[in-house]
């Protein structure tokens, strides 16, 4: 039985994987985000921007005039939060450590070494390719989605920034686009996070 | 009986305008209901979700603050960009909260429009009267809150040039339409003063169609479509907020583009 000040030494020596901002940053984020894209669906179904509906079951509002609300409610704080996340990523280094390199080969190793469930997880502080692309991917999705907001929000006011997407129906087309992206991300995402318990603890408790 | 002077109790009004806003909000179960299914999410943490009001409450206080951000963002001398004449979307889409039959007619020999509130000059105008002030013609896309957008083609008196006419107050804060269609809706003084906010009497080179607001409707490529009021019959100067019919329903304000 080890003694209590050897197993507190233990837990000290285990090092923090997630800082505080992150981990604040990443539930506020992923609350906006469900915010956004489940209005955002029932906001698309009043006039679909490409030819089908989305089920009622995973939009959010009720109607237009409600969803509209709740789209331009949460449009703040996924900018304030996720402006916040990006700049300590970028300021603190954080994103060139752990994002970067990505390169093809490893990506198409770790896809084939998840596939055979040989991807190890022993050192969750070290992101596999697969993570990185996808960590990357969302933040780029989520810029894009943001731009294109903005230029179908306010498209004469942000003249300039709605003329770098063509038009006001085409900003609309990608915005939707970046969104599906996003989705995308947020279902593999979650499916990663339940098959390693411990990374969704990491980002609850930071380690 | 239309164009006449519709006299109004305010308090009465006033009562209304909550009870309407209160009961007959569309959807309204399922508003509440969606609400209540995102209980754990954390923007809805400090509220209490069994009371839909609640988030109904956090919600218009948003749209409150979107409505200034809006405002400040809002420059008077940008122009929404304009088209040629091969841009022109055919046919324009009809839209309202009716079906195109239920248009209102109206007869152009008994229409007047009125002038109400801060105004100097607030005898009635006829038709005849308001075709013969100066017109400028606009080729802008009209975008609606659902999300598609056509361009067309409206022909009218500038609106300043209108409220310098009547003499307006322009330092009040709020311009607001009554229409024969029994819509209202109102609009920010500057986005009334803009270039391009227009009084609008012809549309596609005709005289505007019953579909489209005979006699008069007023064209702003600054704001959404629900925001650009059809068969207007009273114009109102003030600094009393009104709202407007899908305001009331919880449309934001402001809704500049």
Redesign the interface.
């Known amino acids: 039985m080890a003694s209590p000040a050897a197993t507190a030494g233990a837990l000290a020596r285990r090092p923090l994987i997630h800082p505080l901002i992150v981990r604040v940053t990443h ?2 984020n992923a ?2 985000i ?2 956004m894209v ?1 209005s955002g669906l029932e ?2 179904n ?2 679909p ?1 490409l030819p089908f509906k989305v089920s009622r079951a995973i ?8 969803a ?3 789209h ?3 449009m ?2 996924l900018m304030t939060s996720g402006l916040i996340y990006v700049a300590y990523g970028f300021g603190s280094g954080r994103f060139k450590r752990k994002f970067w390199p990505i390169r093809p080969s490893d990506v198409v190793a770790d896809i084939r070494a998840a596939v055979s469930r040989r991807l190890s997880h022993d050192d969750l502080s070290i992101y596999n390719s697969v993570q990185r692309l996808l960590y990357s991917g969302v933040i780029l999705a989520g810029f894009v989605a943001i731009l294109t907001g903005l230029a179908i929000w ?4 942000f ?1 300039l920034l709605a003329n770098m997407f063509g038009d ?2 085409q900003a ?1 087309i990608i915005h939707f686009l970046a969104m599906c992206a996003i989705a995308l991300f947020l279902v593999i995402h979650v499916v990663m996070a339940v098959a390693v318990p411990k990374s969704l603890r990491a980002m609850i408790g930071g380690r | 009986m239309f164009g006449k002077t519709r006299p109004r109790d305010k308090d009465a009004e006033t009562i209304m305008k909550e009870v309407a806003r209160r009961l007959d ?4 179960r ?5 609400a209540v299914g ?1 209980g754990s ?3 809805l943490s400090g509220c209490d979700v069994v009371d839909g009001f609640s988030a109904e409450r ?3 206080t ?2 409150d ?2 409505d200034k951000v809006q405002a400040l ?3 008077p001398n ?4 304009e088209y040629p004449e091969s841009a022109i979307t055919r046919p324009f889409p009809f839209n309202a909260y009716y079906s195109e039959d239920k248009a209102p007619i109206i007869d152009p020999a008994d229409f007047h429009l009125d002038i109400t509130g801060l105004a100097e000059n607030n005898k009635p105008w006829t038709l005849d009267e308001l075709y013969a002030l100066p017109r400028f013609t606009q080729i802008t ?1 009209h ?7 056509a361009i067309g083609k409206w022909t009218g008196v500038r609106f300043s040039e209108f409220l310098a006419r009547i003499s307006a107050d322009t330092s009040a804060k709020y311009v607001t339409f009554r229409c024969d269609d029994n819509f209202v809706t109102s609009i920010d003084m500057p986005t009334a003063l803009h270039p391009q906010t227009q009084l609008t009497f012809w549309f596609d080179g005709e005289v505007l169609p019953r579909k489209y607001g005979f006699p008069m409707k007023l064209r702003i ?2 704001k959404l479509g629900f925001k650009n009021p059809k068969h207007i019959g009273e114009i109102e100067i003030g600094n009393d907020f009104n709202g407007g019919y ?1 305001e009331t ?4 304000w402001f809704s ?2």
């Open positions: 539930w506020i609350a906006a469900i915010i489940m906001i698309h009043a006039y921007t939009t959010l509002g009720g109607w237009l005039g409600g509209t609300q709740w331009f409610a949460a703040w704080v306010k498209p004469v006011q003249q006001f129906d609309r | 909000m569309p959807n309204r399922l508003f509440i209901r969606n995102l999410l954390t923007l956090m919600l218009r948003m749209s603050f979107n963002l809002f420059d940008k122009l929404a960009r896309r975008i609606c809150i659902e999300g598609w957008s490529p600054t899908w329903y919880g449309y934001n500049g583009l």
